[in-house]
């Protein structure tokens, strides 16, 4: 096996941009309504210009403890990587994850958009590049 680490390696970009989302005071049908949020899944990565690998999935999940009184868990793989959302309706708290490699994604409108699909009163909102190291090119032939 090649240590690769000791390859010179070309120019690196990131591989991609992971935005997460904690939103307070939520609401709205989406925080309850499985059918709703799975729309949401089904046509949220054609909107942004990605591609569904699978059908969305959610599912209800009760309370599992004090911290966690259950929700809607809805998740989508894309080929782009996924989106997923966890939904806590009797504390109006929702988090989102959206992982992508599309290189022009819209951040800001992105997150605008989550924003307003669960009518957040405030959101704590995480950007992080992803695979800051990405080599440019194929280190193995």
């Given at each position: 096996?090649?240590?690769?680490?000791?390859?010179?390696?070309?120019?690196?970009v990131p591989f991609g941009v992971h935005i997460m989302i904690d939103g307070y005071c939520a609401?709205?049908?989406?925080?309850?309504?499985?059918?709703?949020?799975?729309?949401?899944?089904?046509?949220?990565?054609?909107?942004?210009?990605?591609?569904?690998?699978c059908e969305p999935v959610v599912v209800s999940v009760g309370a599992n403890c004090h911290k966690d009184p259950g929700g809607l868990s809805g998740f989508v793989m894309i080929a782009e990587s996924h989106i997923s959302f966890h939904t806590f309706p009797a504390?109006?708290?929702?988090?989102?994850?959206?992982?992508?490699?599309?290189?022009?994604?819209?951040?800001?409108?992105?997150?605008?958009?989550?924003?307003s699909a669960f009518d957040l009163v405030d959101a704590d909102v995480y950007v992080q590049?992803?695979?800051?190291?990405?080599?440019?090119?194929d280190l193995v032939a």
């Amino acid at each position: 096996m090649t240590d690769l680490t000791r390859l010179h390696l070309p120019k690196r970009v990131p591989f991609g941009v992971h935005i997460m989302i904690d939103g307070y005071c939520a609401g709205g049908r989406l925080m309850t309504d499985e059918t709703a949020l799975r729309a949401l899944l089904y046509r949220l990565p054609e909107e942004m210009g990605m591609h569904r690998i699978c059908e969305p999935v959610v599912v209800s999940v009760g309370a599992n403890c004090h911290k966690d009184p259950g929700g809607l868990s809805g998740f989508v793989m894309i080929a782009e990587s996924h989106i997923s959302f966890h939904t806590f309706p009797a504390r109006g708290f929702v988090t989102m994850d959206l992982y992508t490699c599309q290189d022009d994604l819209d951040r800001e409108g992105t997150v605008a958009r989550l924003k307003s699909a669960f009518d957040l009163v405030d959101a704590d909102v995480y950007v992080q590049d992803r695979g800051i190291r990405y080599p440019e090119r194929d280190l193995v032939a």
